[in-house]
């Protein structure tokens, strides 16, 4: 069954990639929650985090690597850390993926999570995060 992840790894969907390495790829969440909200995900295809085997253990890198760019570039104050396990959880792609959202001083707390902002302008985030 064809995985919308390993399309985004393989480069046969585009996707707003912030960061890379031979393990892991970072890209930008197409429907964020906050400004800069990136997802990150191994290479190899893994369905999620219960049968992740080494695969956590090896993006590890990226997510520390990718925190700090989303802390330096966007001014973030803080940041939530999230993984969906199943669709119980409200897992939607069955690629393991950690969500990392950047979250500001003005706009703070768990309750504020989780609407989705239409307003972000996905080109201007990415153009911020890019070298
Ligand atoms: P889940 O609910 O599985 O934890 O999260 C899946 C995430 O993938 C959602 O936040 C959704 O917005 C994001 N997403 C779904 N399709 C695409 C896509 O084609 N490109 C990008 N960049 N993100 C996607
Ligand atoms: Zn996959």
């Given at each position: 069954m064809a995985c919308l992840f390993c399309s985004i790894v393989a480069g046969d969907i585009p996707a707003r990639r912030i960061y890379e390495d031979d393990k892991a790829i970072a890209f930008l969440d197409i429907?964020?929650?906050?400004?800069?909200?990136t997802l990150v995900i191994p290479r190899r295809h893994v369905d999620d985090l219960l049968s992740a085997d080494e695969a956590l253990t090896e993006i590890a890198p990226a997510v520390t690597a990718t925190a700090r760019l989303l802390t330096e570039r966007l001014g973030a104050d803080g940041m939530n850390l999230l993984s969906n396990a199943g669709a119980v959880a409200?897992?939607?792609?069955?690629?393991l993926h950690l969500h990392l959202v950047p979250r500001y001083a003005d706009d703070p707390g768990?309750?504020?999570?989780?609407d989705r902002d239409t307003t972000i302008d996905l080109d201007e985030v990415q153009a911020a995060l890019s070298s």
């Amino acid at each position: 069954m064809a995985c919308l992840f390993c399309s985004i790894v393989a480069g046969d969907i585009p996707a707003r990639r912030i960061y890379e390495d031979d393990k892991a790829i970072a890209f930008l969440d197409i429907n964020p929650w906050k400004r800069g909200h990136t997802l990150v995900i191994p290479r190899r295809h893994v369905d999620d985090l219960l049968s992740a085997d080494e695969a956590l253990t090896e993006i590890a890198p990226a997510v520390t690597a990718t925190a700090r760019l989303l802390t330096e570039r966007l001014g973030a104050d803080g940041m939530n850390l999230l993984s969906n396990a199943g669709a119980v959880a409200g897992q939607e792609v069955f690629h393991l993926h950690l969500h990392l959202v950047p979250r500001y001083a003005d706009d703070p707390g768990m309750r504020a999570l989780f609407d989705r902002d239409t307003t972000i302008d996905l080109d201007e985030v990415q153009a911020a995060l890019s070298s």
